[in-house]
């Protein structure tokens, strides 16, 4: 199936490797690199593989432990590299498997190591099995590997059942057979190009047990699993028996998510992982009703971590932050997985921007709201979540303080939800806007050649090259900050905080030595002060004893 000639990989003993260290991943900070948009070599306006590479000291210097790669595989591109024609080559828009293979051993000769993505819930509709499943024709083997069922109605026009796609529209497409006459549905829990894999069939799970093996001999350290809680559906394929089934999902567990047969899968994957030296590591994109059963993702012998997403979507409010980071702790705990926090991703509007607009918006909207509070908060809510108990995800560009870009015009956008309507808010094209690298210039230091989706004015300004060395700009404070967390020893791993008696508004808390202060009001208040200072959100004042901590700031303070 490739579609570029295949470069062999190099064993797994002969790929070079980062400097060993024990359990790295329960305390790591690991970069969210989204390809499209990070850096472009060729000038094409695409980012690729190539570029990553040339970027990855950037990344080192910048502090971080892992950089997680979103999808890079041969695909048509409908949802953005999630609808993979072939898991075994690179797309050529992003280069070859030599680039992939250059790439790897780099990050590791700096001390970085590699996470990639892995769907295995869905293919494209331009995999191999499914065109061959359609022009087979029903009865085909290869339909069973996807979920392929006679439609309901006199004659089969109304889908198998109720399932709404999270996209928006009925879950089920209905196929023209060979002969030209309306046949069988399929199942998509996504976009129509987005075929759901059948994991009863064994086909399926021998097809991505090579996968892994294929990724983990080229020297990949991990594996972020797209749609982790999704690979199983409820025998039967059951209704739901409601509309706006969106508006369910994290309030209960759906036929079609976090049934309890995925953990099975899970369990021969993690035997295949520990065959490989390194300290390799599985992170789930595990949509769950609660905290407690995303601990079900994360036991001993199944991944190692999983998106801490009630976290992301609480609000910028002291008593609902004490309250998801008590859950998370006190699910995690019985389990001996580490918690992991995490504040923006591809799929979401940038927390600059959400924090900017009040509260109960969700985490898709288009409004840019008070850009300086959003910043303000932004800033402080980074500073809260990188002294947690565990380990943390930076998603590309929140480093430089970047909002979402809410004006894009309808005729650029490529988010698939956008043009179905009804399921996501279809804005997520906002946060994916290639990110900028140097005051003037084409893209702004993205590439020669423009970029996919276009930069807004003034985005120079918050270029690498605009806040390098610049005293109090957000980039420094992330590389204060990750500098800081590294070489504290009461920062990084962990299960447990202290919590501190603080006023209303602000969360306080003790790990050792270190305090760490947060003060999401919007006014100043005083508090005591807890030693020295190592390093504040905004501009602090301390006198007699007293701090003087500025609304919606974060302070970290240490005894030693």
Not at 317 to 337: F, S, W
Request: overall charge negative; some cysteine.
């Amino acid at each position: 199936m490739s579609q570029q000639p295949s470069a062999a990989p190099a064993p797994a003993s002969a790929v070079a490797t980062v400097s060993e260290r024990h359990d790295w991943w329960r305390d790591a900070v690991i970069y969210q690199v989204y390809p499209r948009s990070f850096a472009d070599s060729n000038g094409d306006g695409m980012g690729d593989l190539e570029g990553v590479r040339t970027r990855l000291p950037y990344l080192r210097d910048l502090g971080v432990d892992a950089v997680w790669l979103s999808p890079f595989y041969a695909s048509p591109q409908a949802d953005g590299g999630y609808d993979v024609a072939d898991y075994r080559a690179v797309d050529p828009m992003f280069g070859t498997l030599l680039d992939a293979d250059a790439l790897i051993r780099d990050a590791h000769a700096l001390g970085l190591r590699i996470i990639v993505d892995l769907v295995p819930n869905h293919s494209s509709d331009q995999y191999d099995w499914f065109r061959r499943a359609l022009a087979e024709g029903p009865g085909s083997p290869l339909r069973d590997r996807y979920h392929f069922r006679p439609g309901k109605g006199k004659n089969g026009e109304l889908p198998p059942n109720d399932w709404e796609s999270i996209f928006g529209g009925p879950a089920w497409t209905r196929v023209t057979e060979p002969d030209g006459t309306p046949g069988e549905w399929y199942l998509h829990l996504f976009a129509p190009e987005q075929p759901d894999f059948n994991w009863e069939h064994p086909a399926v799970g021998d097809e991505f047990r090579s996968i892994l093996r294929f990724w983990l001999d080229m020297g990949v350290d991990g594996f972020r699993i797209d749609v982790a809680h999704g690979m199983v559906k409820a025998e039967g394929l059951p209704d739901v028996g409601s509309h706006e089934q969106l508006r369910l999902l994290g309030n209960d567990v759906m036929p079609f998510f976090d049934q309890d047969g995925v953990h099975a899968i899970y369990r021969q994957w993690r035997r295949i992982l520990d065959e490989y030296g390194g300290e390799r590591i599985f992170v789930a994109e595990a949509w769950t009703p609660t905290v407690e059963r995303t601990a079900h993702y994360v036991r001993p012998d199944e991944l190692h971590q999983a998106f801490n997403f009630q976290y992301l979507g609480t609000h910028w409010d002291a008593e609902e932050l004490r309250t998801v980071i008590d859950r998370t702790l006190d699910a995690m705990r019985p389990v001996g997985a580490p918690a992991t926090w995490v504040l923006s991703n591809h799929d979401v509007t940038r927390h600059a921007t959400r924090f900017a607009n009040p509260a109960g918006l969700g985490t898709q909207i288009r409004l840019a709201g008070d850009r300086e509070l959003g910043l303000r908060r932004a800033r402080a809510a980074t500073l809260l979540m990188l002294a947690l108990p565990g380990s943390a995800y930076v998603y590309q560009g929140e480093e430089l303080g970047l909002p979402d870009v809410v004006d894009l015009p309808d005729e650029v956008r490529q988010d698939p939800a956008y043009f179905r309507g009804a399921g996501q808010d279809g804005f997520r094209d906002g946060c994916r806007v290639p990110i900028p690298w140097t005051r003037e210039g084409s893209s702004y230091g993205f590439g020669a050649g423009g970029s996919w989706l276009p930069q807004p004015a003034g985005w120079g300004e918050l270029s690498v090259e605009a806040q390098t060395g610049e005293p109090g700009s957000t980039l420094e404070l992330y590389r204060e900050a990750l500098a800081v967390r590294r070489s504290t020893a009461d920062l990084g791993a962990g299960d447990a905080v202290e919590w501190l008696r603080a006023p209303e508004g602000v969360v306080a808390f003790r790990r050792g030595d270190f305090v760490c202060v947060a003060n999401t009001t919007g006014e100043s208040v005083a508090l005591p002060a807890y030693g020295r200072v190592l390093l504040a959100s905004g501009e602090i004042t301390e006198t007699a004893g007293e701090a003087k901590v500025p609304a919606d700031t974060t302070v970290w303070w240490t005894r030693a």
